[in-house]
Every structure is written in structure tokens, then in C-alpha cells.
């Protein structure tokens, strides 16, 4: 503890503390009595205790082994590819996550993702007792304890949807160890209900304590309760998905998205994201790496592209203009021609070097790697919200709220009248709207949907007949399965097993 304590004081002057009223001359070398002073300090406490919760932020987007391992847009990326909403075109890394067969005990994925949440984990719960170890009312205080315990509540929530299935129906399965203390070691699995327990504690206490400070790396009121509301989505609890839904939406503006949109931490309808600059992007470990075909370099610009299962965007009415978010050289030659134009791609020079269905929505606008990251916009707890009126039967609210939305993207769009129509709407509306964002999986678990990659569809050609277009996913990869299969829940880590008797296998 002495020694994390010195550490977490030179973290904190090494990032600054905003407002706080202190010696102009300390360094990180200052004493631990000082320290502990600066602590006990009702004017000095939250700032020195958020400088420390800063660090923390970095394991949302440090790598963390390999290329394919990134913090939260890793973990995005590779569940988004576990699903059939993306195609993968010319395979590299994340492609066994895409053949579904990246769950084994002894594989990377399951020891990534343990690896750096629980690192979260253990280092939020460290930030508590140095910096919380006494209770407090004081608002600034309770603020930077939300913050922690937000950050907490989010890595959980992930890691409970990661090794075990959806809540709904798995209330009594084991999920994952509950570490709450740093002196905690070789703990059971808890039930998903305590964990989901936890989670909501953990939030809840950040929605209630938190502000929205504006700062959009910042996992503050609006934040907590996104992740809030998605939790309680998890677990069918519409009432608590509609309060929190609401309330996480007025952290931000909605936006439409075009083809190329600037995706700079700063934007309105950004809730939380990651500040990436020259110092600390990880480059070919990247989301940009793995998605803008149109850089200098990457994985994607080598090939390894990334397709909207043309299936479903074939359901996008013609009037939508989420339409232009994927290539369509036929009805959107447009932006075929200003995404070459913009190109830092050599290989990239013509409408021929570009795929159909290709997806324009994630453009680093730079050559270099170093756009920053979006975690969660505003769009996907406003989604939520409708999604809770349909389900508790508001359904004259969920027209109004799902024709404004929509009317924004597709004029011509006008919301159906049934609560199973609603529904089917508002499902498929979070499958375009937030279509590589790292969501799709979270919601087919709880929809209880099967994953079908094997649709087709018809098309009439110029003269008059039908043509059938198969599913562009490869043949290989062309499968259905129930988002309750053994094969959508991944093993604990091997080394995890061995070093824990306590600990029990999943299948």
C-alpha cells in the first residue's frame, strides 16, 4: 500500500490537479505524510484523487498483448465480428473471433479481456481505500468516488456478458469472481445476479453523486448512467432502462452521421471517448488500424476490410441516408469518388480498388493513427429509451420518440402502431445506427436472437427479372447460432484456473 500511495502521488502531480490549492513546488518525490495530508483535505482530496483515477483511464485503450488486444475498442471490435452485422473481407486478426472459435480456455481473447478489466478493477478498488477510506458528504468528494466507481461498474459489466451468458433466464449461473477489496484473492465465481447486483450499486452511486462535467473522457453522470441503463436492458428492467436511458441522453446532442464524420472526442452526440494524440496511440494496435481501409498503413488499408452484411443493409429504406455509410458505387457514386479523392491509401486510387458494402462510417480523416476514440455516443441510450416505452407498452410515446429519431435520417420514415412491430423497429434501428460501435452483441445476447449469416436476398435486374444476391459473408463462415450456445460463452483463462482451486470451469 506505502509503495502504491507514493506512486499514486506522483500520478497525481504529473497530471495536474484543476482548482486545487497547492504548493507550487511539489514533485513526485513528495513525502507520504504529505500526501496523506493533501488526502485528508477536503480541498485537495477529489482533485488528488481524480489525478489518480486518470491513470486507470489509459487501460480502456493501452494494448494489451497483441494486435488485437486494445482496451474497450478491442473488446468492441471483437464481439461486433462474433455477431452478422459485419462482414470480414481478406481475414487477419480478429478472424477467429469471427469464426466464433476464440473462446478456449488456453486462447488469447479470454485472457485479454480477463487481464485488462480486472486490472481495472483492482486498480479502482486500490484508488478506494487510499482516497475513499473515510466516509465523506462533502459533493466534490462523493464525485470523484463516482468516477472510480463507474469505471468499476462498466469493466464488470463487461466482463459478466463475456463468461457467462445474458442475465435474463441466468440469474443462478456462475459469472465471475467479485473483487472488491485489494487484499482479495482466490475468490468463487458470484452469480450473475450478484454481479449485476454490484454493477447497478456501483452506477447507480455515480449517477446519483456525478455531474456532467462536459469533459467528454470523463466517465461522469451521463456515462454511468448509459451504462446504467444498458445494464438494466440486460436484465428486462424497462422502468429503471427509461429513467436512466433519459437521463443518460442529456449528456449529449443527437447527431446524424455522414460518410467520413469527424470522430474527435469533442463531438455532440460523443459521451465518452479517448483523447489519442501522438504520444499515446498504439498505431497497427488500433481501432483505426483495423477499420479505415483509406490510411497510409494498417491492417485495413493492407486489405483486411470490414463490410456491413448486405442482408441487412438492404432492409435500409432508399430514403434513409444511413444508406451512404457503406459503399453503394450504383446509387451513391459520390461518395465512392470523394472517398478515393481523400485517400492516404496508394493502393486506393480508383472506384475499382473499392469493395460494395464497404463501410465509409469509421474514417480516421488523418494519415496517421492517431484519431480519437469514441466508447459510447449519445444514440444508443436514446434508442434505449424507446426501446423501454415499447416494451412497458407506452406505445404512443415510442411513435412520437422513434419518428423523431428516424425523421431525422429517413424523412419518409413513419413509426408502425403495434408493440411487436415497434419492437422489430427499434431492434433494427440500433443494428444501422450503431452498426460497429461494439453494441450488437450486448443486444442480440439479451434479445435471445440467433446469429444467421446465411441470408440472402433478390434484387430486380434492368431487364425485369429477379436476381438472387447471396450473403456476402465467405462460405466458411456462413453459420446460425443461438447467442446461448456454449460457443458464445468463453472459458476463464487457463492460468486463472490453475492459480484459483475455487474457480469452476465454464464448458
Known amino acids: 500500500m506505502k509503495n502504491y500511495i507514493k506512486v499514486a502521488a506522483a500520478l497525481a502531480f504529473t497530471f495536474g490537479i484543476v482548482g486545487c490549492n497547492l504548493d507550487p513546488e511539489v514533485s ?22 481524480k489525478a489518480a483515477t486518470a491513470k486507470i483511464y489509459t487501460l480502456f485503450q493501452e494494448p494489451y498483448s497483441t494486435h488485437d488486444d486494445f482496451g474497450l475498442k478491442a473488446f468492441q471490435i471483437a464481439t461486433d465480428m462474433m455477431c452478422e452485422d459485419v462482414a470480414y473481407q481478406n481475414w487477419a486478426w480478429f478472424q477467429f473471433d469471427y469464426q466464433i472459435d476464440n473462446r478456449m480456455e488456453n486462447y488469447r481473447r479470454t485472457r485479454s479481456t480477463w487481464g485488462q478489466f480486472y486490472e481495472i478493477i483492482a486498480k479502482v478498488n486500490l484508488n478506494l481505500e487510499t482516497y475513499f477510506a473515510q466516509e465523506s458528504t462533502d459533493p466534490g468528494v462523493l464525485a470523484a468516488k463516482g468516477e472510480a466507481l463507474a469505471l468499476r461498474g462498466i469493466a464488470y459489466f463487461h466482463l459478466i456478458n463475456f463468461y457467462q451468458h445474458t442475465y435474463k433466464g441466468h440469474e443462478t449461473a456462475l459469472g465471475v469472481p ?10 468463487p465465481r458470484a452469480t450473475v445476479q450478484e454481479v449485476y447486483k ?29 451504462y446504467l441503463a444498458k445494464a438494466y436492458a440486460q436484465m428486462e428492467d424497462w422502468p429503471n432502462v427509461e429513467t436512466y436511458a433519459k437521463i443518460a441522453a442529456e449528456g449529449g446532442t443527437d447527431k446524424v452521421t455522414e460518410p467520413a464524420r469527424g470522430w474527435d472526442v469533442g463531438q455532440e452526440d460523443i459521451l465518452w471517448g479517448y483523447d489519442v494524440n501522438s504520444q499515446n496511440s498504439s498505431l497497427w494496435a488500433s481501432y483505426w488500424s483495423h477499420m479505415d481501409h483509406f490510411l497510409a498503413r494498417g491492417y485495413a488499408a493492407g486489405g483486411a476490410t470490414k463490410l456491413i452484411y448486405n442482408y441487412l443493409y438492404n432492409q435500409i429504406p432508399k430514403t434513409d441516408s444511413r444508406r451512404k455509410l457503406w459503399i453503394n458505387k450504383e446509387e451513391y457514386p459520390d461518395v465512392a469518388t470523394s472517398m478515393i479523392a ?5 493502393e486506393m486510387s480508383s472506384m475499382e480498388d473499392l469493395d ?21 455516443r449519445v444514440q444508443d441510450p436514446i434508442l434505449l429509451e424507446i426501446e423501454a416505452l415499447v416494451e412497458q ?15 431525422k435520417r429517413n424523412p419518409a420514415f413513419q413509426a408502425p402502431s403495434t408493440q411487436d412491430a415497434l419492437r422489430k423497429e427499434v431492434r433494427f434501428q440500433r443494428r444501422i445506427e ?4 461494439g453494441t450488437n452483441w450486448f443486444d442480440m445476447k439479451r434479445w435471445k436472437e440467433t446469429i444467421d449469416r446465411t441470408n440472402g436476398y433478390k ?17 466458411s463462415v456462413q453459420l446460425k447460432m443461438a447467442t446461448d450456445a456454449k460457443e458464445f460463452l468463453h472459458q476463464l483463462p487457463v492460468k486463472e484456473i490453475n492459480a484459483n482451486p475455487n474457480l469452476k470451469q465454464n464448458p
Open 342 to 346: 481523400q485517400s492516404h491509401n496508394s
Open 393 to 407: 407498452n407506452k406505445l404512443a410515446d415510442a411513435q412520437r420518440e422513434l419518428n423523431a429519431f428516424v425523421k
Open 178 to 187: 467479485l473483487a472488491l477489496k485489494s487484499t482479495d484473492q482466490n475468490l
Open 434 to 437: 450503431l452498426w460497429g460501435e
Open 198 to 226: 454490484q454493477i447497478i450499486e456501483d452506477l447507480t452511486f455515480a449517477v446519483k453523486n456525478c455531474k456532467n462535467t462536459g469533459v467528454r473522457t470523463d466517465a461522469d453522470r451521463a456515462v454511468a448512467a448509459a
Open 356 to 376: 460494395e458494402f464497404e463501410q465509409v462510417k469509421f474514417i480516421a480523416g488523418e494519415a496517421g493513427m492517431e484519431q480519437d476514440y469514441c466508447f459510447i
Open 459 to 475: 434484387v430486380t435486374g434492368k431487364d425485369g427479372k429477379e436476381v438472387e444476391i447471396p450473403s456476402n459473408h465467405e462460405a
Open 28 to 49: 513526485e518525490y513528495e513525502t507520504q505524510q504529505r500526501h496523506e495530508e493533501l488526502i485528508a483535505n477536503l480541498e485537495t482530496q477529489a482533485g488528488v484523487a
